[in-house]
């Protein structure tokens, strides 16, 4: 069983348009991640939710609305792709136990996104 | 802030033998967790090891070892006996408490490829 799942896997769309990426964990976690690795590998941090709610948001251009209908769920949408919005996104998720570090993040299998 | 730094892009070494791939990183904090995660031509991020820096003794997962310098503030990965499946990208992560959550600050990545 695959732990943290992402669909698609390779998405390829047109500029301007609008696209949803989604994922799911079976692991019982309550922190939901996303991470965007560039073309030179770069890997950041977009988002993360816990419990449904948002908690860290950083400085991503509100084209990006992360969405988390339940704490298994965290799906990404964009708006109005760019070209730089060219990358490969992960999802994550970890346990809050309430202590530094103890969260260890598991990813998923990451969503090639290439906008034409 | 914190930032993370591995100042080896590329690197080799032939089956069986050993390598170490070099990781530092700046930060103010007493204690956190470091990470090393593994991401082979799958794409797919695997956790290979974590230290947990109030703990002196280096962390070891079977054929890799850190070498954890707190006072120097270096987290270096040992792979012993490699193998051609350890060919990936290597990337060492610092992680960051930010509100309610957890954060991932990572390097830019090592590219390691093991040769017959």
């Known amino acids: 069983d695959t732990a943290v799942s992402q669909t698609p896997k390779y998405l390829v769309t047109q500029m301007g348009n609008d696209k949803s990426i989604k994922c799911e964990q079976n692991?019982?976690?309550?922190?939901m991640y996303w991470y965007k690795q560039d073309s030179k590998k770069f890997l950041k941090i977009m988002f993360s939710?816990?419990?449904?709610?948002?908690?860290i948001n950083e400085t991503v251009p509100n084209r990006f609305s992360p969405k988390s209908p339940d704490k298994a769920h965290l799906n990404l949408h964009i708006n109005s792709l760019e070209l730089g919005d060219s990358a490969v996104y992960f999802c994550?998720?970890?346990?809050?136990?309430?202590?530094?570090?103890?969260?260890?993040?598991?990813f998923g299998p990451g969503t090639r996104l290439t906008v034409l | 802030a914190q930032t993370v730094t591995q100042s080896q892009p590329e690197m080799s070494v032939q089956e069986a033998e050993t390598v170490t791939l070099s990781c530092t990183y700046d930060?103010?904090?007493?204690?956190?967790?470091l990470f090393w995660y593994k991401q082979p031509p799958s794409r797919q991020m695997i956790l290979v090891i974590r230290?947990?820096?109030?703990?002196?003794q280096n962390a070891t997962e079977n054929r890799f070892s850190v070498n954890f310098q707190k006072a120097a503030k270096s987290f270096s990965l040992k792979i012993s006996d490699s193998q051609l499946g350890d060919t990936a990208m290597y990337f060492c992560?610092?992680?960051?408490?930010?509100?309610?959550?957890?954060?991932?600050?990572f390097g830019k990545g090592t590219k390691l490829t093991v040769n017959p």
């Open positions: 230290q947990e820096a109030y703990k002196q």
């Open positions: 992560a610092f992680m960051k408490h930010q509100g309610g959550s957890e954060k991932l600050v």
């Open positions: 994550a998720s970890s346990q809050n136990q309430g202590t530094l570090g103890s969260d260890t993040q598991y």
């Open positions: 930060t103010s904090e007493s204690n956190y967790y």
């Open positions: 692991l019982g976690h309550d922190t």
């Open positions: 939710y816990n419990n449904k709610e948002l908690i």
